[in-house]
Nanobody, 114 residues
Framework: QVQLVESGGGLVQAGGSLRLSCAAS????????MGWYRQAPGEKREWVAL???????NYGTSVKGRFTISRDNAKKTVYLQMNSLKPEDTAVYYC????????WGQGTQVTVSS
């Protein structure tokens, strides 16, 4: 059974930084691609970043150059370092695991004030 628990969200001023963490339970973490998504009020869920089993990364256009995804397989944790935050980054951020099956965390709120 896989569970994903996000942490690290909060309130930050525009231009600031936050680091989100997502801790996974179970034994499949090192064999799964991990991703971050976000959903703002009234909007569809948006893909933010992906890191593959081999460590390759990819980013959504709106966050490229500002956000960095990384993983620590020993800790079964994936991170999202968010720099130069903008008010439009305000959303609930969700962790996703994909190893053929998809798992989601409960989300963590990020609010960026102008």
């Amino acid at each position: 059974q896989v569970q994903l628990v996000e942490s690290g969200g909060g309130l930050v001023q525009a231009g600031g930084s936050l680091r989100l963490s997502c801790a996974a339970s179970g034994s499949v973490f090192s064999r799964a691609a991990m991703g971050w998504y976000r959903q703002a009020p009234g909007e569809k869920r948006e893909w933010v970043a992906l890191i593959t089993v081999g460590g390759s990364t990819n980013y959504g256009t709106s966050v490229k150059g500002r956000f960095t995804i990384s993983r620590d397989n020993a800790k079964k944790t994936v991170y999202l370092q968010m720099n130069s935050l903008k008010p439009e980054d305000t959303a609930v951020y969700y962790c996703n695991m994909n190893n053929g099956l998809q798992y989601w965390g409960q989300g963590t709120q990020v609010t960026v004030s102008s």
